[in-house]
């Protein structure tokens, strides 16, 4: 595993921030100026990969590529992958990212003002793409086999691990590296601030988002990028591998409805779907990282789908969203990282700012303070606008 | 501008967007082994020049900017 996020910059800084209750959520004056109904983002620094990358690998990449590249490396390094190995196997790369909105939008306006498209340079296509972030890494880290970019809008990351484990087990690959990138920067989102979506708690930004909470007022965007190694059983024991964990279950679903407003319906198959995939009693999940963002139907919803397919268990529910802000394409592959470093580590992060329920989430066991926990098994959901869903289980080894 | 002024911004330019040291460029030698361009970095190259001298360089100019002594000769014929 390997993650760049507003938690931090890499695994361990992560784990500790996790295990503080820590928010990276601030508030970017900035992005008022640009006419923004809410200033607050997740905050983190674009990499700086002058030294490391050369000149010619970098001018392709957008701001998300950065985070992705530090994420995949950092996972390459602790799965034991050099590049000996990738240069002789056909290792995979499937990664979820649905926007390059920045680099667009710099090369429209150099058209626009130049009149001259040469004048946009030859790193404008290749980071305006939606596939940007899997071009460039696979072309880093010369990867040969699958090379895709998952676009499931908040539920890319989690789609790219599932369809990953997917070809894995029909035997297609035997390691693929799988993730998550989200651009930060306010362009991307501005559209998406522009339809009310996000929290104006901007006096208190480490409250703002707050996931299950009666009085949450929208989500905070955040971004970054996470990686993980997926490999078959035998192939990570044949070379020695770290094996940390076990994909038993992928399942997703679209809700058929609203293009914005998830329901109840759809979520829940993408749970039960998961679970039997799995082949797994309920009660051995201990813990469900949920993908409530902080927005008033979204939660709720997903707070009757878990009750739903639950029943009278609960385990710990929480949304890790409530420090890191909704990292989207990135978050169904952050949120594995998480939810993994918790098991690892025998803790389940506080959903912060979780004061008062409501009437949906009082159904639920969602702790407010870090938990101490030994659990072998967690549930993941991820959903996305278009209603997208999708839910993977993992289990620890 | 002069000769030697030309010169100097020229490849303080492509030095500092191509990062290498400008004492790795000289008048006879090749611009694209010295700068490391394929086919994408020889856009970057002529966007630059185009951006700092206001100078477009043709497709059809191109073939005969070999060396960096072509390069000065091309930009101080287009700046007289």
């Known amino acids: 595993m390997g993650i760049y996020s507003c938690l931090g910059k890499n695994l361990e800084e992560v784990r500790q921030s996790l295990y503080d209750g820590k928010s990276g959520i601030i508030f970017d004056p900035a992005r008022k100026e640009l006419g923004f109904r809410s200033g607050l983002t997740a905050y983190l620094e674009i990499p700086n990969l002058k030294g490391i990358l050369s000149r010619n690998q970098r001018v392709y990449m957008p701001e998300q590529a950065h985070y992705a590249y530090v994420a995949t490396a950092e996972a390459l390094q602790n799965a034991g992958l050099g590049q000996d190995y990738l240069d002789t196997r056909?290792?995979?790369?499937?990664?979820?990212?649905?926007?390059?909105?920045?680099?667009?939008?710099?090369?429209?306006?150099?058209?626009?003002?130049?009149?001259?498209?040469?004048?946009?340079?030859?790193?404008?296509?290749?980071?305006?793409?939606?596939?940007?972030?899997?071009?460039?890494?696979?072309?880093?880290?010369?990867l040969k086999g699958i090379n895709m970019t998952i676009s499931g809008a908040c539920a890319s990351g989690s789609?790219?691990?599932?369809?990953?484990?997917?070809?894995?087990?029909?035997?297609?690959?035997?390691?693929?590296?799988?993730?998550?990138?989200?651009?930060?920067?306010?362009?991307?989102?501005?559209?998406?601030?522009?339809?009310n979506a996000f929290s104006v708690r901007e006096?208190?930004?480490?409250?703002?988002?707050?996931p299950f909470d009666r009085d949450r007022d929208g989500l905070v965007p955040g971004g970054g990028a996470a990686t993980v190694i997926i490999e078959s059983y035998e192939s990570a024991i044949q070379r020695g591998a770290p094996v940390l964990a076990e994909i038993c279950g992928y399942g997703f679903s679209s809700n058929g409805d609203h293009?914005?407003?998830?329901?109840?319906?759809?979520?829940?198959?993408?749970?039960?779907?998961?679970?039997?995939?799995?082949?797994?009693?309920?009660?051995?999940?201990?813990?469900?990282?949920?993908?409530?963002?902080?927005?008033?139907?979204?939660?709720?919803?997903?707070?009757?789908a878990i009750a739903n397919v639950f029943g009278a268990y609960r385990p710990e529910v929480t949304s890790t969203k409530s420090q890191t802000g909704h990292e989207m394409w990135m978050a169904g592959a952050s949120e594995i990282i998480y939810s993994m470093l918790m098991m690892k580590n025998d803790f389940i992060a506080p959903n912060i700012n979780f004061e008062n329920p409501d009437e949906a989430s009082a159904g639920l066991n969602i702790p407010a303070?870090?938990?101490?926990?030994?659990?072998?098994?967690?549930?993941?959901?991820s959903f996305g606008f278009g209603g997208t869903n999708s839910t993977l289980v993992v289990k620890n080894i | 501008?002069?000769?030697?002024?030309?010169?100097?911004?020229?490849?303080?330019?492509?030095?500092?967007?191509?990062?290498?040291?400008?004492s790795s460029i000289s008048a006879g030698a090749n611009i694209k082994d010295t700068l490391d361009l394929d086919s994408l970095g020889l856009v970057?190259?002529?966007?630059?020049?185009?951006?700092?001298f206001g100078v477009k360089i043709q497709s059809a100019d191109i073939p005969a900017i070999k060396i960096f002594e072509d390069l000065y000769n091309f930009l101080l014929g287009k700046l007289k």
């Open chain 1, 90 to 142: 056909e290792v995979g790369l499937l990664y979820g990212n649905d926007s390059s909105a920045d680099a667009v939008m710099k090369s429209i306006d150099t058209m626009r003002e130049k009149k001259d498209t040469t004048m946009i340079g030859a790193g404008g296509i290749f980071q305006s793409m939606n596939s940007t972030v899997t071009m460039n890494l696979a072309c880093i880290f010369k």
């Open chain 1, 203 to 210: 006096d208190a930004p480490e409250k703002a988002s707050r």
């Open chain 2, 44 to 52: 970057d190259m002529v966007a630059l020049i185009e951006n700092k």
């Open chain 1, 159 to 195: 789609h790219a691990i599932g369809l990953g484990s997917l070809l894995i087990r029909m035997g297609l690959q035997d390691c693929i590296v799988c993730g998550g990138a989200q651009e930060v920067n306010p362009f991307s989102i501005g559209s998406f601030d522009g339809i």
């Open chain 1, 259 to 304: 293009i914005s407003v998830p329901n109840v319906d759809g979520p829940s198959r993408s749970l039960q779907m998961a679970i039997r995939e799995a082949g797994i009693d309920i009660r051995e999940i201990g813990y469900i990282n949920a993908h409530a963002t902080s927005t008033p139907v979204g939660d709720s919803n997903e707070a009757k």
């Open chain 2, 1 to 22: 501008m002069e000769t030697q002024q030309l010169i100097k911004e020229v490849n303080e330019a492509l030095a500092t967007e191509f990062e290498i040291e400008v």
């Open chain 1, 369 to 381: 303070k870090r938990v101490t926990k030994r659990f072998d098994t967690f549930l993941s959901n």
